[in-house]
């Protein structure tokens, strides 16, 4: 049976120094990619369980309705994780903005790039220059491309009427 206090509590009054210092511990065994089993055993050493997977599972689900606290920040946990993860996808990926300001950077010679340079004894140096030209003149052309700047078709489609006018003088008559 529910207890009214637990139907009235939010999910935010759940937080994870709220949980037993056992439920912490697998719950950051957890969160570290243990595998259930793994972290069970890890925060559970003295547990006398034939298959410490489906205790685990139990417990996320809040199945025995024993583990409330540890069901809802297991899960609010889980999903901060996923948040970041997503966040993380997010910024790996450039995006057309950042290709186009790194592509104008080099074009305008903003970006340096490393040379390595022989200074003797099988030691090496690395110097800064600037890009060659051949380099911003790749930069420039894939930068008009982008903005459309080199395109050939030319749309001549629409709808105008033709007026032929006989204006020619019949000499052959």
Request: glycine share 6%; aromatic share 6%.
């Amino acid at each position: 049976m529910i207890n009214e206090s637990e139907v009235s509590l939010s999910v935010s009054e759940y937080r994870y120094e709220d949980l037993t210092a056992k439920q912490q511990k697998l719950i950051t065994g957890l969160m570290a990619g243990l595998s259930k089993a793994e972290a069970y055993r890890q925060a559970y050493p003295d547990a006398k369980i034939a298959n410490p997977t489906n205790q685990v599972d139990k417990m996320i689900k809040n199945e025995d309705g024993k583990f409330p606290k540890f069901s809802i920040v297991y899960a609010d946990m889980e999903a901060e994780a996923l948040k970041r993860i997503e966040a993380e996808k997010e910024n790996a990926i450039a995006s057309r903005l950042d290709v186009a300001l790194f592509l104008t950077k080099v074009m305008n010679g903003e970006i340096e790039d490393n040379i390595l340079r022989f200074i003797g004894d099988g030691v090496q140096a690395a110097d800064k220059i600037e890009p060659a030209l051949r380099d911003r003149l790749n930069a420039a052309e894939k930068l008009g491309k982008y903005y459309g700047m080199f395109r050939d078709k030319v749309d001549v489609s629409g709808t105008a009427a033709v007026t032929i006018i006989d204006d020619m003088d019949n000499d052959d008559e």
